[in-house]
């Protein structure tokens, strides 16, 4: 089955970049996912990739995707205290969509 | 805006109790999934279906049965809740095209004594 890697926690000062980094096993997968979830919420979709793009910019949100080495990072500019969260990445493949563990980030004002 | 509606945000339910846990979409999805997520564990898929009376086992089915009689309701069931079941339940649709988006449920808190 699909595995995917996350590291667990990171801390950044408000206003520096954040990256979020993240490992997938699926070569097949069609699209990858970034996921936030706030304290007693669900999930909310920040962005997404196909698989068959590099880079994708939304405003602060850049995401970026190796295939060759299945990795898919999410960097977040001039980070706000809103953006402290959990973020998950996912990858979408055979009917299925599988996460990763969470990577929490703490923004330090 | 595309809705997915868990109808029970906190339960606390007894041991041995028949639980239902009920999701609707409004916006005609033919996917819709369950996934408990717990601290450390992140998300792990219970079941999913992909059409109507259809459904399949994602990695962690055991003690957990569905139910898809229309379209826009999946429904999860615990035929005898153990408190290894206390956990957190998202629901999840997502149409067949496009389908490059899945929206999420805001989550069923399970609590099992």
């Known amino acids: 089955g699909e595995d995917v890697e996350q590291s667990l926690f990171l801390s950044v000062r408000e206003g520096d970049s954040s990256v979020i980094n993240c490992t997938y096993t699926d070569s097949s997968s069609t699209y990858l996912y970034w996921y936030k979830q706030e304290p007693g919420a669900g999930l909310q979709l920040l962005t997404y990739i196909f698989s068959n793009m590099d880079m994708k910019q939304d405003q602060r949100l850049t995401v970026l995707l190796n295939k060759k080495d299945k990795h898919l990072s999410l960097r977040i500019a001039d980070t706000q205290t809103g953006d402290s969260a959990i973020y998950f990445c996912a990858e979408y493949g055979n009917n299925r969509l599988a996460f990763g563990k969470g990577n929490q980030v703490v923004v330090i004002p | 805006d595309v809705k997915v509606t868990q109808s029970s945000r906190y339960l606390v339910k007894r041991t041995g109790e028949k639980v239902f846990l009920e999701c609707v979409q409004d916006?005609?999805?033919?996917?819709m999934f369950w996934y408990r997520q717990d601290p450390g564990l992140g998300l792990r898929l219970i079941y999913f279906s992909y059409d109507v009376k259809m459904k399949e086992k994602g990695d962690i089915p055991e003690g957990y049965s569905v139910s898809r009689e229309k379209k826009e309701r999946f429904s999860l069931i615990l035929e005898s809740a153990s408190t290894n079941q206390t956990s957190m339940y998202l629901c999840?649709?997502?149409?067949?095209?496009?389908?490059?988006?899945?929206?999420f449920g805001e989550g069923s808190w399970l609590t099992v004594v």
């Open positions: 916006m005609d999805h033919e996917n």
């Open positions: 999840a649709s997502r149409p067949d095209s496009p389908g490059n988006t899945i929206y």
